[in-house]
């Protein structure tokens, strides 16, 4: 007998069939009354037409949709904001910007920083000199950092020497000089000089070429030495102070010894305070010069990026918080697996075992 | 051969007496099989409606046909008398054992010949419910296997082997 899901059936047995269907069990008269009966004389609501939501065509399509926004998300953010707002041929025939000025120290610190960077954005564009004028009033870290071009590789040497004697005429001293004897040779100055005539130093020292860059930081130490000052003196307070106690003729041998050892630390701590504010001092009467010397002409300063833009931001946004939520979801789903399998796994037995119970039964039953 | 389905009143906006109506033949005719007791598959019918009167508001037409879902009543009605007999032979088998319990002749249909008759009483009621959805009901390999709870291979495969048995019994009856 060959039998498969379609339902064939051996064609022998069609003698068999036929007779049972023909020999079909009819309801009794009393029966059809009775149902009649059930169905007719109680109310029978109508079936509601429940709005079976299409979850899995649902499901289908929010995953689809899901990933396809995911993808156009990536694809936005992940492309440069900078690219293709202007072609780089066009960057070059940009004006040369005012210089920044960054104040980031607090004031109220009493240490005021200024940085101000001047640089040439493409090659062979000079940078005009112009230095920020140190306070005379106020002590101040006054840094200035040059990249001067000269034209041919044996100019170098020569431009070194002359910054060198510019730096002596004026005061200041070199603290650094570091020169490669190559084809296209760098030379590298760091000077000292007077905070007074640092202006005059940086309009030399850049005429020495094309002034390519320059980069100044003026530090406020005028905050620091007060405050180094009011320690001095009352460390000199409490000097005097102890060295009055000391001087007490009833003083017994006990009680002078620690008066000692405490006169002696508070020497030790004011020789300290003074070396330190003699070099804070020391540091804002001499102006610290870089001067670089190149024959190299400057790289094309890049382009920093433009600031995103509110719907970049907050594509950004969306994108890291459902990358979050992507994240704490799988951390759940790997969390509960276990538990879920177990309790899948308990459903199917539970539904296995109550159809093997049902077959069971019709199997008694006879 | 092939068992195709038999068309059915496929309610879609029916109502329940016309359900009950349509497939009331039916709906016995599986039992009468099942039970294998004309009067009891009677009461078990009328039983059957009953419930699906009381369920019929959470008929849903689209999950399956009227005389399935029915079907599919019956045979939970059914179950639970059998369950329900089984604990009341449990609880009174010691008097069950000394009276001798009367069984009540098999009947399964009018034209039935002694034979197929008698042999169709010694199936199981488990034979004899495939026998009834795929023969008599004529209802198709995949819904019985979903009414039933299997896959469509065993469904055919367990009629085949009720059949086989069948056959077995009327010649076994016939030889004795």
């Known amino acids: 007998m060959t039998s498969g899901p379609e339902g064939k059936v051996e064609e022998r047995f069609d003698e068999l069939l036929a007779q049972l269907r023909a020999g079909r069990p009819a309801p009794s008269p009393a029966l059809r009354e009775r149902v009649a009966a059930i169905a007719t004389t109680e109310s029978s609501p109508e079936p509601v037409r429940r709005r079976t939501f299409p979850w899995r065509r649902t499901l289908a399509l929010g995953t689809v949709s899901a990933v396809a926004a995911g993808v156009v998300a990536l694809a936005v953010v992940s492309v440069d904001p900078g690219s293709g707002e202007q072609p780089a041929g066009e960057r070059e025939a940009i004006t040369l910007p005012e210089a920044n000025l960054d104040r980031s120290a607090p004031r109220s610190s009493g240490q005021e920083s200024v940085t101000r960077a001047q640089k040439a954005p493409s090659a062979g564009r000079a940078v005009a000199p112009s230095a920020l004028p140190p306070t005379q009033k106020r002590l101040q870290d006054y840094r200035a950092d040059l990249r001067v071009q000269v034209r041919r590789p044996g100019q170098v040497a020569s431009a070194t020497s002359r910054a060198m004697r510019i730096t002596r005429s004026l005061g200041g001293y070199i603290v650094s000089a570091s020169y490669a004897r190559a084809r296209q040779g760098d030379s590298t100055l760091v000077v000292r000089v007077p905070v007074d005539k640092v202006q ?4 030399r020292f850049s005429q020495l070429g094309t002034l390519l860059s320059q980069r100044i930081e003026i530090q406020d130490l005028q905050g620091g030495v007060n405050r180094q000052s009011d320690r001095i003196a009352a460390l000199r307070t409490s000097i ?7 001087r007490d003729p009833e003083l017994t ?3 002078r010894a620690p008066l000692e050892t405490r006169l002696s630390t508070l020497r030790r701590q004011l020789a ?3 070396e330190a504010r003699a070099a804070t001092v020391r540091r804002g009467r001499l102006s610290r010069v870089s001067l670089t010397l190149t024959t190299r002409e400057a790289a094309a300063a890049p382009v920093p990026p433009a600031p995103p833009g509110q719907f970049e931001e907050t594509l950004r946004d969306a994108v890291s918080v459902l990358g979050k939520v992507v994240g704490w979801l799988l ?5 509960a697996s276990p538990f879920l399998a177990l309790v899948l796994g308990a459903a199917l037995l539970e539904r296995w ?9 019709l199997e008694r039953a006879s | 051969m092939s068992l195709s389905p038999r068309p059915t009143l496929e309610t879609g906006t029916t109502s329940f007496a016309a359900a009950a109506e349509a497939h009331l033949e039916d709906v016995h005719a599986y039992l009468v099989y099942l039970t294998g007791d004309r009067c009891l598959a009677e009461d078990l019918t009328a039983a059957a409606f009953e419930k699906a009167l009381s369920l019929w508001r959470r008929f849903d037409p689209r999950r399956a046909s009227a005389r399935t879902w029915l079907c599919q009543i019956a045979r939970t009605v059914a179950l639970d008398h059998f369950r329900s007999e089984e604990r009341r032979r449990r609880r009174e088998g010691v008097y069950a054992a000394r009276e001798p319990r009367e069984e009540p002749e098999p009947t ?3 034209g039935l010949s002694p034979a197929l008759d008698e042999a169709l009483g010694a199936l199981s009621p488990a034979d004899r419910e495939i026998i009834a959805l795929r023969v008599l009901l004529e209802l198709d390999a995949s819904t019985v296997a979903r009414l039933l709870g299997i896959s469509s291979t065993a469904c055919t495969t367990r009629l085949s082997r009720a059949l086989h048995r069948l056959e077995e019994r009327i010649s076994h009856d016939v030889r004795a």
Request: negative net charge; glycine residues 6%; proline residues 0%.
């Open chain 1, 200 to 203: 005059d130093a940086i309009l």
């Open chain 1, 240 to 246: 005097a102070s102890v060295e009055a106690d000391l």
């Open chain 1, 253 to 255: 041998a006990e009680e």
């Open chain 1, 272 to 274: 300290t305070r003074l």
């Open chain 1, 331 to 335: 951390y759940a789903v790997i969390v």
């Open chain 1, 353 to 361: 075992r109550r159809r093997r119970g049902d077959l069971a039964l």
């Open chain 2, 108 to 110: 399964f249909g009018q």
